[in-house]
């Protein structure tokens, strides 16, 4: 029987290399994998391109990761507040790719649905257009926005079960269920892990065949 | 000069919003609206990181980080309300079915350009846009909710941003705390006025020409105005 449960952070992140893209969940604090961030850091891997909605802003998040100058790319769409990244941003040590928050989550999803992009007309007329081709149907201009992979997806939930499936708490669930989709490897912390068929199907947002690890938090 | 005290301000957007529809509030004094919709309003607050039928914020003590707003303050869900994931909710805004998103603004053209996501000026700090660009371009009314002239005394609302854009010809009508501005395809009419205030004096604080009917609505200074 399928059975993706691991032990802690450390066995889920396991197999994460120098140079990954890395996508984490959560806005602000609500869906952030904290104890997979410390895990990650316990790693040592370094060059890190990071997909997240944030660039952290307390001192159990994304914060960790720029104080200890392991991402050398973040995309992302609203890294205010976000003092650590701000210090290395201004000393030009992290590149930034700011991306509108609805077309970060759409090229997000657009990854992970096999699709060579799509057109937004988020954007046009902006400086969000630079580099970008431009489309028009019907009458109207369109961007071509590209879609967003990565090799790792680290996102929080609420419970799972040991074939994966996972549920979100309220809005905890935000960028987390699309990322859960886009990466080679999708790694889940979660507050319980529950018996297989505990969990109301209808109540599953993320289904298992998207899911490769599951841990719960709290336990290392 | 009078102008109309920030709550005040906050008061009479809300008295504006239609009985019934879905409404964006942006993050920062938009925020503020909700605590003036009348207790039996009809309108329905989406917040863009996934919730829709936003309620008040919980008692003290009662917060679940869990359950935020867009400014990442803990909220409560109303009757009827509903969580989804960021994706759903960035598709209710570029797919055109919110009624009417308010937002922050630092300028707006007499086209209904808006700019309000940087100054330009960043003082090497790193740019953050968030949802405002997704939500300028797709909810079916853009309003905007600012203060009539900057700080300095500079007009906002002018014939030409000067700042980064965040969309082109969106925005519909203008509530500053001096008046209520309708974009129209002819130009800028002001609709309502703050008591004691002549067109003259409000074109002088205005960087773009304003056109007015015969005898603009009438704002008073607790935010209510006249029919």
């Not at chain 1, 809005?171 to 999708?186: E, F, K, L, P």
């Not at chain 1, 109540?203 to 599951?214: A, E, K, L």
């Not at chain 2, 102008?3 to 942006?26: C, Q, S, W, Y």
């Not at chain 2, 309502?192 to 409000?202: H, Q, Y």
Request: aromatic letters at 6%; proline letters at 4%.
């Amino acid at each position: 029987m399928r059975n993706v449960v691991v032990k802690d952070a450390r066995e889920a992140v396991a197999g994460l290399k120098d140079g990954h893209t890395v996508m984490v969940g959560g806005f602000g604090g609500a869906g952030l994998p904290r104890d997979t961030i410390k895990a990650v850091l316990d790693t040592g891997v370094r060059e890190l391109t990071v997909i997240s909605n944030n660039a952290g802003s307390d001192e159990s998040d994304l914060s960790l990761w720029f104080a200890a100058r392991i991402v050398r790319k973040i995309v992302c769409s609203y890294p205010r507040a976000a003092q650590v990244f701000a210090e290395q941003y201004r000393a030009g040590t992290v590149e930034l790719e700011l991306v509108p928050q609805g077309t970060l989550v759409e090229r997000i999803r657009a990854g992970g649905a096999g699709l060579g992009g799509f057109l937004s007309p988020v954007g046009v007329g902006t400086v969000f257009e630079h580099g970008k081709q431009k489309i028009n149907v019907g009458g109207r201009d369109f961007l071509l926005e590209l879609p967003l992979k990565a090799d790792f997806a680290f996102v929080k939930g609420k419970c799972a079960d040991a074939f994966g499936n996972v549920t979100y708490n309220m809005t905890a669930r935000n960028h987390c269920q699309v990322m859960a989709t886009a990466a080679s490897t999708v790694a889940i912390e979660v507050d319980r892990i529950v018996e297989v068929g505990e969990l109301d199907p209808e109540s599953i947002v993320t289904p298992c065949i998207f899911v490769d690890r599951v841990f719960e938090r709290g336990l290392q | 000069m009078k102008v109309l005290a920030r709550a005040d301000l906050a008061k009479m957007v809300a008295l504006h919003l239609p009985t019934e529809g879905f409404v964006n509030l942006g993050i920062g004094a938009p925020t503020q609206i909700a605590d003036f919709l009348p207790a039996d309003t009809g309108v329905i607050l989406h917040s863009e990181n996934g919730i829709l039928n936003v309620g008040p914020k919980p008692p003290s003590g009662e917060e679940d980080w869990d359950l935020i707003n867009a400014g990442k303050m803990p909220i409560t869900l109303r009757e009827g309300g509903s969580y989804f994931d960021s994706s759903t909710s960035f598709a209710m805004m570029r797919g055109g079915h919110l009624d009417i998103a308010i937002l922050g603004a630092f300028q707006v053209s007499a086209k209904g350009d808006l700019a309000n996501w940087s100054t330009g000026d960043s003082d090497g700090a790193p740019p953050g846009v968030g949802g405002a660009v997704d939500l300028a371009v797709g909810a079916k009314a853009i309003w905007i909710m600012m203060d009539h002239i900057t700080r300095e005394g500079k007009p906002r609302i002018v014939k030409k941003c000067t700042f980064p854009l965040t969309a082109v010809g969106v925005v519909s009508r203008i509530f500053t705390n001096l008046a209520i501005i309708d974009v129209t395809a002819g130009g800028l009419v002001v609709d309502a006025m703050l008591e004691g205030l002549t067109l003259a004096g409000l074109q002088d604080l205005t960087g773009a020409e304003l056109q007015a009917p015969a005898k603009p609505r009438v704002i008073r200074t607790d935010g209510t105005s006249s029919l």
